[in-house]
């Protein structure tokens, strides 16, 4: 993505609202909004006359207006930004009559749903006096009118979902594959991803130890919480690494119930969303799995050296997933290549026809991508990684 940013006249305030706003898009998307330099097309932030944008890119320089009479805001920021990428707003959207009904001609637009719902709560959803010009609702949502719309401080679930599904933003997405009928069998596996040696490890401590602030939604089940919980805390008993709960640390862990199993690899900045689905994701190795995602490291059938170990059979590999399958240049930190990493896919990893996707070599036979928590090698790269003091 190449977006350009480029606010002008601002307080300092005013700046660090819009800034926080731009960058709020990395935590949950793959967009990156980033100064530009000498890019052609940029979005050119400015205070104009009201809060304003066009839809998508125009090419060239595009203004943002954000009057600082009243647009510097996170959900208005946010709320400009979704237009110059392309979204329009939630009550123009084609099947909005089934959700509320208008007093005010707002155009209806054929927009592209992305299979996402209606949402209430999205950051595009006018509120209920938009343009009233006698204190009466212009929208109204049906059928329960009392509904609340157009509240939102900031961008929705939904908001993020449609950013990732335009942009086709490729998360380390570790959907479990159902094998057999109905075991779900997460398919994953890793090592330290080339980021890490240029800023997307967490801060080491004077104490000798990693803090990773995290928060866990109150989406959860207490038993649900306690096994994320366990995940969390595994990790002090073999390594330097300190999840603990979250004060007002910039960057942090963000565990959520979302779609499927996923976490970005290393350090992003703020919030970081890590999901862990209710249903199929809520396993103690899956939540070391995630957390090694986040800590920085790759699956481990993606590492440099894996031509050696395993055969990617792509013939049998659901069709627009290889990507999960690529090679990626690790750092495996001197240690070998493990079949019982927790971040080894298993060998029927997003299969399309329950043929094996991953085979190892020499012997076809071997077990892997079958850990039921951190092998010793998992451990070892935490610890080399972070430099952690018991390091073997
Ligand atoms: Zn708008
Ligand atoms: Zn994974």
């Known amino acids: 993505m190449r977006i350009l940013a480029h606010p002008v006249g601002a307080t300092s305030r005013e700046r660090s609202i819009i800034e926080r706003g731009l960058q709020s898009f990395a935590a949950s998307t793959c967009i990156r909004f980033h100064r530009r330099t000498n890019q052609r097309d940029f979005v050119n932030i400015q205070s104009r006359s009201g809060c304003y944008s066009f839809v998508g890119r125009q090419g060239n320089g595009q203004v943002v207006s954000l009057d600082r009479r009243g647009c510097v805001y996170h959900q208005i920021v946010q709320h400009e930004l979704l237009h110059a990428l392309g979204f329009n707003h939630e009550q123009t959207r084609s099947d909005r009559d089934q959700h509320v009904r208008l007093r005010f001609a707002f155009d209806k637009i054929n927009s592209n749903n992305l299979g996402t719902p209606y949402d209430y709560n999205s950051v595009m959803q006018y509120g209920r006096y938009a ?95 306690s096994i994320i919980e366990r995940g969390l805390q595994s990790f002090a008993a073999s390594t330097c690494i300190r999840f603990t709960r979250r004060t007002r640390q910039r960057d942090f862990v963000n565990i959520q119930s979302r779609s499927g199993c996923y976490s970005f ?66 750092n495996n930190l001197g240690t070998p290549y493990d079949y019982n990493s927790v971040m080894h896919y298993g060998r029927y990893a997003f299969s399309r026809n329950r043929q094996p996707t991953i085979v190892p070599i020499p012997n076809s036979n071997v077990a892997i991508g079958r850990a039921t928590q951190m092998s010793r090698n998992d451990i070892l790269r935490i610890n080399r990684l972070y430099r952690c003091r018991r390091s073997g």
């Open 265 to 330: 690899v290393g350090r992003r900045g703020n919030g970081q969303v890590v999901s862990l689905a209710r249903r199929g994701c809520v396993y103690h190795q899956i939540v070391q799995h995630e957390l090694l995602h986040a800590l920085g490291f790759n699956h481990e059938q993606t590492r440099s050296d894996r031509d050696q170990h395993v055969r990617i059979l792509y013939q049998n590999v659901i069709q627009g997933q290889q990507h999960n399958f690529r090679k990626i240049a690790t």
């Open 131 to 225: 343009f009233s010009s006698n204190r009466q609702p212009t929208i109204v949502p049906i059928p329960n009118s009392n509904v609340p719309i157009g509240r939102s401080t900031q961008m929705s679930p939904n908001d993020i979902l449609r950013v990732n599904r335009l942009y086709r933003c490729r998360q380390e997405l570790d959907e479990p594959t159902v094998m057999f009928g109905d075991i779900a069998v997460e398919t994953g596996l890793q090592n330290a991803d080339p980021c890490t040696s240029r800023g997307c490890k967490w801060v080491k401590y004077s104490d000798g130890n990693v803090y990773v602030p995290y928060v866990i939604s109150n989406q959860y089940s207490s038993r649900e919480r």
